[in-house]
């Protein structure tokens, strides 16, 4: 009986210590996820303006933000171009890491110096990026016009990078990958470092190539690391906006709009909080639609493959 009660006490303060060590994290969201989520919602349910006018005011008018929107062309073409610039982002950045921290990983010497390079871009300020590639684009004089130029032998270009509407959303997808490709480059670099040499060694033995090294062993060895990468840098690029913000102002003609441009101008240039704060309503549910989606998709795939 005695050891039947120390058994119950100390499973007893195994759970208290459980729920120490999460409760935290759950403040945390609460504060920073939860109650903003849950004001976001009651705010979208109303037609509350950035400054109140007196002859107006607040009231409750149901789903009528929520019906506006999705009534809106404006809000569409901020849609497809958000899931535009993630289907082109997202192979671009994350191939490019893979690549870039497979060949830093063979490095023998600078490797830290190298690694410090790649990841500078990453914490610098996107507004200073922005500013900077903005410049690079500018036309007809800009640094990537030279280049095309250069390579072209004179044959093509110059190229009004941010003012056509074939090109603003490429431009700004290839700026996004650079700057941010060092953190998932990590990530994999990190990965890389796990993985036994033996499997190399024994690779090198039966005459494996490089390339059938990196297919066979290297691939399915970041299976988990990539799961993790893909949904990082999907929220991330739905959540795509300085760029846009300095750059294009979402034009031309709407080409380079996103979702959270869409929901900063309906919120601090129309003045309509209450209607962006639908629009951010429906955002995090588009990204919490996604990443479940993504999750199951990408754990279903590795466990296929671990079968």
Known sequence: MKKKNTLVALKERNIRQEIYMILPAVILLTVFMAIPFLSAFRLSLTNQKLIQNPNVPTKFIGLKNYIEIF????????????????????????????????????????????????????????VIVAVIWKSI???????ANMAVKF???????????????????FAITFLSAWQAFGFQMVIYLGALQSIPDSLYEAANIDGATSFQQFWHITIPSLKSTTVMVLIITTIQALKLFTQVNIMTKGGPNGATNTLVNYIYQ?????QKIGYSAAASVVL???????????????RGKEEKLRD
Not at 284 to 298: A, E, T
């Open 71 to 126: 009534s809106d062309k404006s809000f569409w073409q901020a849609f497809k171009n958000v899931i535009i610039f993630t289907c082109m982002v997202i192979p671009l950045q994350c191939g490019f890491a893979l690549l870039m921290a497979n060949a830093l990983n063979r490095v023998k010497y600078l490797k830290g110096f190298l690694r410090g390079m790649f990841f500078l871009p990453y914490i610098t300020p996107m």
């Open 137 to 143: 684009y500018q036309y007809p004089s800009g640094i």
């Open 151 to 169: 390579i072209s032998l004179g044959k093509f270009g110059p190229i009004d990078w941010l003012g056509d509407k074939n090109w603003a959303l």
């Open 266 to 270: 309906s919120g601090f240039t129309a």
């Open 284 to 298: 995090f549910l588009l990204i919490l639609i996604i990443f479940l989606v993504q999750n199951k998709l990408l």
